[in-house]
């Protein structure tokens, strides 16, 4: 590069010393030259000349190795656009075949999604069907128990029934003996049969004419007898009944011939008492009393609900109760799990079945408490060491589940008959 600027610079002078010596306008005075200078100046545009066409020579070899240089790059950009062409073909099919592979793997992914939702749906039926397999192989287990305790019990009673047999035995040979014996005494008493016959017929007038007294009699005392009768129907009426306590109202129920005894409060012995008596009592409401003081061994509190189970605004709230009796009736029950009665049996009230909390000190019986609560009077605020009650739910397990459910609240039932 640097010889080419050093050529273009001589080139460029020499243009200039020629039109120096062809200029026509200058004086012949002034071309008047030393011999010495122009053989220096012929020297130069020898010079010139000579670098000139190294120049040329310089300039076609350059040229020459652009073209061969630009023929190369042509043909390597044929064939770099014939690669190019044929990267780019290859890279559209590895498009195409990917496109293709992602939407066979969409579908095989779909496919897929729906044999896992296949596979969960018979999963949750296999454990729905396994759930009900050991249920209803811990019944089988259960009856069997149940069957193998009745089948040692049939074994006992056969064997006891094998050694009744032979006592039976023993005596059915004693009562052959027997049997002879009154076979004779028999024959003696068929003899004396016709005696006594005589006897007899005598005796059956005599009965006739006893019982044509009797109906002369009834008759002259039917007239005044139909006022002592009725007296006495209405006594055996009132004598016929039977109580039962309802539990959380203060007066009993109007149907089926039902008198309110008297109301009061329930009592019983403290929820955290260990020696607390586990049934609750109805306590009147006018107690009579004989002494004013105690040793304190034992004691009765009030009752209240210990939560918002049995209505809305029930927990705190003190439990009355009334005695009820059934003029027309002779049994009461309590039926836990049911909230109508058996056929035969009337409806005295229906609610829910409570007792005192699993956790607690003190034992409490179990009490249907009405479906439609009544609370005492200024009896909304918490007392402690009181009996209390709550509801009463439903566990499975040794409680056969169906037909009961696990945290289920039990309704329960008064019925009379």
């Known amino acids: 590069m640097a010889t080419f600027i050093v050529l273009f610079y001589c080139l460029l002078f020499t243009q200039n010393v020629n039109a120096f010596l062809l200029d ?7 071309n008047v030259v030393a011999a010495h200078q122009y053989s220096a100046l012929m020297g130069l ?5 000579k670098a000139r066409k190294h120049l040329e020579e310089v300039v076609t070899q350059l040229n020459t190795e652009v073209i061969s240089k630009t023929l190369n790059i042509t043909n390597n950009l044929g064939q770099a656009n014939l690669i190019i062409a044929d990267l780019q073909t290859k890279l559209q099919n590895m498009e195409n075949k990917l496109e293709q592979s992602v939407q066979q793997q969409k579908m095989e992914n779909a ?3 729906q044999s896992v939702s296949s596979l969960q749906k018979v999963n949750s039926i296999i454990q729905r069907n396994n759930s009900f397999i050991q249920q209803q192989y811990s019944m089988l287990l259960q ?4 069957l193998q305790v009745e089948h040692d019990d049939f074994k006992n009673k056969l064997i006891k029934h094998e050694n009744k047999s032979i006592e039976m035995a023993t005596e059915i040979t004693a009562f052959k003996t027997d049997i002879q014996t009154l076979k004779h005494q028999v024959l003696t008493l068929t003899t004396n049969q016709s005696a006594r016959g005589r006897d007899f017929l005598a005796l059956y007038n005599q009965t006739l004419e006893f019982r044509s007294d009797i109906a002369r009699d009834i008759l002259n005392l039917s007239s005044h007898s139909n006022d002592s009768i009725d007296e006495l129907f209405n006594h055996l009426q009132n004598a016929h009944g039977t109580t039962y306590v309802r539990w959380s109202r203060k007066q009993c129920p109007d149907e089926n011939n039902t008198e309110t005894v008297y109301s009061g409060y329930t009592g019983g012995g403290s929820y955290n008492d260990y020696g607390a008596a586990p049934e609750p009592v109805c306590l009147p409401l006018d107690p009579d009393f004989n002494k004013t003081s105690d040793g304190h061994y034992a004691s009765i509190h009030g009752a209240e609900f210990d939560s918002n189970f049995f209505a809305s605004d029930s927990a705190h709230q003190d439990i009355p109760c009334a005695v009820c009796r059934v003029q027309q009736a002779s049994s009461v029950i309590m039926i836990p799990g049911k909230n109508i009665c058996y056929t035969g049996w009337n409806m005295e009230y229906n609610g829910y079945l409570s007792t005192n909390a699993y956790n607690e000190h003190g034992a409490s019986s179990y009490i249907c408490i009405d479906i439609e609560p009544e609370y005492v009077t200024g009896g909304s605020t918490w007392k402690h060491d009181g009996k209390l009650f709550y509801e009463v739910v439903a566990k499975c397990g040794s409680l056969h589940c169906p037909p009961y459910h696990n945290d289920y609240p039990m309704t329960c039932v008064v019925c009379s008959k």
Do not use: G, V
């Not at 026509?24 to 002034?30: E, I, L, V």
């Not at 009856?143 to 149940?146: E, V």
């Open 111 to 113: 496919a897929l999604h």
């Open 143 to 146: 009856n069997y128990s149940t």
């Open 24 to 30: 026509d306008k200058t004086t012949p005075s002034q």
């Open 45 to 49: 545009l020898t010079d010139e000349m």
